[in-house]
């Protein structure tokens, strides 16, 4: 490992000119790179949370260390930032449900313990009869599965009452294919499909949270689903099934079974009126872009911008609901050293890099904002580029790039172009980390956005580690020796793709999980997957501390190969065979520690 490394650093030597003992050099790039690690991780920018003040400090450091370097704002603009709106979040504002049977004075319910808007519920009202809709799935026919919550029911112009999750009792085949149709918003638009006004969700009596109203979750559309929704408390829910004369408990047992020949049913005699209120707050986050102008002209030149880049936005006081942190850390700063102040010096060090080098292409230097909350800085981006991105050659993503072990670097999405693997070789000569190629562009990070606009993109990672999106990922952890490094290796490819006449063409990879309802996944065993892992299995990168893995006494480095029975090969198999489990219910794992194969029992909590 040292050895490579000091081969990296002799063969750079001669490719520079000057008086600069190269030991200095490297010294200088690693301190510099050091110092926008420690200050993007500082207290001082409170985590960058997507348009909070510390993400404003961060952009201006982001734009002085631009502006140092010579860096432009892109043509057509004055300004190194690209501000792009969202909803940081939604609050109910008052909503209420008031039932009326037939001859008997209306009951209204207010108050967030009995009835609460679901996030993406328009603000309107809608008032009409009530259909029990079971628990409002509906499979895709492409899925040959044959599974319609509102097969011969009319529920047009009405409000539908479907339970929330799946069926409990239903066979594991049968879960797991209707965990996928199970989330909320899938709910909602089956619903609407069908012509109802409004959908309550109850949480039945069988199932996790039992008669609980469902949290407002975190949800960053801008706009309603196109219905109103709202989640009731089995209290007021009781007066609805009132009037149809069963017990809810005994409801939901016929359709656990997962039977499809269950049907819903209309609750006669009883008109409800939802009125529900969502207070969705909007807010400004901002990219920080800029370029390095090609040095000489670009006409004729293929495709003449090449675009690196990184998010700087992190989990501010990790309140959103994508933090890891125990209940020791809540609140505190998440400071995102490695997620993704190491990625943004990295993009830093590249713009210094060819800051003094003659160009053949215009460098694009992107940062970011809303990765967080979504991928959202990105895709405002593409969405509205400011130039055509035909004419972008190749985007290089770099998100958590500081913690090398064992000279190993993932680089993902290496399926985009025909052209990546020989080239990301040739780089690696000099560099020679122990790369590891994953073809697979479907990532949570950037380079997701890119990837959907049709751009040849690869994206640099090191792994998921204990302190993944939590407050611990402070810069003290960095390993900045091999972080120069990463951009190093980014550096040679980037100028091999600015000297090639051709530009690489983009291939389009298949997707290869079924996302549709991953978000039903509502179950808890406190697994840190190791994204980046090659090994035959699930590798963990970690547990969180107090959750059901550590509890069963899994620990990092652990590779899980069986859980409940489904073997596991790979991060796929694991989320599927995830959905199979039950909240409660220990599940026996099967895995390995080092060359020992061991056993223990895993009972999945219920995720709020
Ligand atoms: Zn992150």
Redesign the pocket.
Known sequence: MKYRHLLSVTIAATCLVGTASLSGQTTAVQSRTKTHVETLASDKFEGRLTGSPGEKLAADYIISELKRMGAKPLPGMTDFRMPFTFTAGSKDGGTTLTVTRTGASPQTFSGAASVQALAFSDTSEASGPVVFAGYGLVVPEAQNFGYDSYAGLDVKDKIVVVLRYFPEDADQKTRGILARYADLRYKAQAARQRGAKGMLVITGPRSPNAGAVVPMSFDTAIAGSGLVAASVSGDAFASIMAAAGKSLDAVQKEFDSGNPHVAGFAIPGITVSLKANVIRQQQTGNNVVAYLPATTPTTGVAKPWIAVGA?YD??GRGGAG?SLAGKDEANQIHH?AD??ASGSATVLAIGDAFSKQARKRNLLLAFWSG??LGLLGSNAFVTKPPFPLENMAAYLNF??VGRVADNKLTVQATGTSAMWPKLLEQANIVAGFDLVLQEDPYQ??DVGSFNTASVACLTFFTGAHQE??KPGDTADKINYEDLVRVGELASGIVKRLMDSAEAPQFTKVEQKTDTGGRAGLRLFTGTIPDYASEVKGLLLGGVIGGGPAEQAGLAKGDVIVEIAGQSITNIYDYTYALELLKIGQPAKVVYMRGSEKRETTLTPAARK
């Open positions: 998010h992190h989990l994508n995102g997620d993704n990765e967080e998100d958590m949570p990070t993944y999106h």
